[in-house]
């Protein structure tokens, strides 16, 4: 599979079905496919593995803790855009978001967390059109 997103890759070593278009990826595959996606079905699960160093997860692909129980999304994270500069962001707090959200890929494991920088892939745009789960500046109106 040449021109892969670092996602794909790694839904293909996992051995999971998923279609792509170029780097765009839609997994899971539910009904028909937007014009131009092909379905990529792996042979089964491949990950790389490297004895000579099994508690480091930097060796190869098989995680040394604990895996979360949401699987292969485990690893993709949805994520307010916002102008931080302008917002004023310096921490955890409440801020506007306008509706813009992505949804991104989490390339490698985070060291010194929590203050570690995180490497992300991003995927797409979160919308209420491709993600169920999406609101977008919930209030309620009386």
């Known amino acids: 599979m040449t021109d892969a997103s670092r996602y794909q890759v790694y839904l293909y070593e996992l051995g999971l079905e998923f279609a792509r278009n170029g780097k765009q990826t839609v997994y899971p595959i539910d009904g028909a496919l937007p014009a131009g ?7 089964g699960a491949d990950i790389p593995i490297d004895a000579s160093d099994p508690d480091n997860p930097f060796v190869d692909g098989v995680p040394s803790g604990t895996v979360a129980d949401n699987g292969p999304a485990r690893r993709l994270v949805q994520i307010a855009v916002l102008q931080c500069q302008a917002l004023g962001v310096k921490g955890s707090h409440t801020y506007p978001t306008s509706g813009n959200y992505i949804e991104a890929f989490v390339t490698q494991m985070v060291e010194d967390e929590p203050a570690g920088g995180i490497y992300i892939e991003v995927q797409r745009p979160l919308t209420t059109t491709n993600d169920p789960d999406f609101h977008a500046n919930v209030r309620l109106v009386e």
């Open 37 to 43: 996606f092909v379905t990529v079905t792996p042979a």
